[in-house]
């Protein structure tokens, strides 16, 4: 009986294309792509800063809990405060501001219109505001004075204070008042420029 030979024994082990290597291989990290991650995260904490400085600068909210402002703002609408403004220029007259009485320590805000600037002579004769001698003519819907205050005879303002009044007159605790007075710049919380109530919605002049 012939045995016929295994030519593939015979021949010897197969040959591998490539050696076994049991080393673990350790790849280079990919600095572009290190890179782009780094600034992607950069980016997002950019956007989230600005968007965080953004809303506290022009997003910060007060509630009307009086009727000191009608008829332009009435109580409960929502406004937006712009607390930076005042960091670059002074209120002037005709201003919607927040601020906060003195003595007051519950934090809320009050509202009032700026009506006269420190160094400005004011006083109210007849339910009538003079500045300066001059009459105000607020820009705003007012109603009329019965009470002049502290405003009968005439004050001098001195720097940094300013006479605050609400739009209507006659249930306003303003700068009329002794327990409101004149109000420092320092609690001046900034400027009303929006009225965010959806039935009232709009710019603050």
Request: glycine share 6%; aromatic share 8%; with cysteine.
């Amino acid at each position: 009986m012939r045995v016929i030979p295994n030519k593939r024994a015979a021949a010897g082990p197969v040959p591998t294309s490539r050696t076994l290597d049991f080393r673990k291989r350790r790849s280079k990290p990919d600095i572009r792509k290190i890179r782009r991650v780094f600034i992607l995260i950069l980016e997002i904490a950019a956007v989230v800063f600005a968007a965080y400085l953004v809303i506290s600068a022009f997003c910060t909210q007060v509630v009307m809990t009086e009727e000191s402002m009608e008829p332009q703002l009435m109580a409960q609408d929502r406004l937006l405060i712009d607390r930076v403004i005042y960091r670059m220029k002074d209120p002037k007259q005709g201003d919607v501001v927040a601020f906060s009485s003195p003595g007051d320590l519950s934090g809320r805000y009050s509202v009032k219109r700026v009506v006269a600037t420190p160094g400005q002579k004011v006083s109210i004769k007849g339910g009538v505001i003079y500045v300066d001698d001059k009459v105000y003519t607020a820009p705003a819907q007012t109603t009329t004075i019965r009470d002049a205050g502290l405003a009968t005879s005439e004050i001098t303002l001195g720097k940094d204070e300013y006479f605050l009044l609400g739009d209507n007159r006659d249930v306003s605790e303003d700068s009329r008042y002794t327990s409101v007075g004149n109000i420092l710049k320092r609690q001046i919380r900034g400027k009303i420029w929006l009225d965010a109530t959806p039935r009232h919605f709009g710019v603050v002049d």
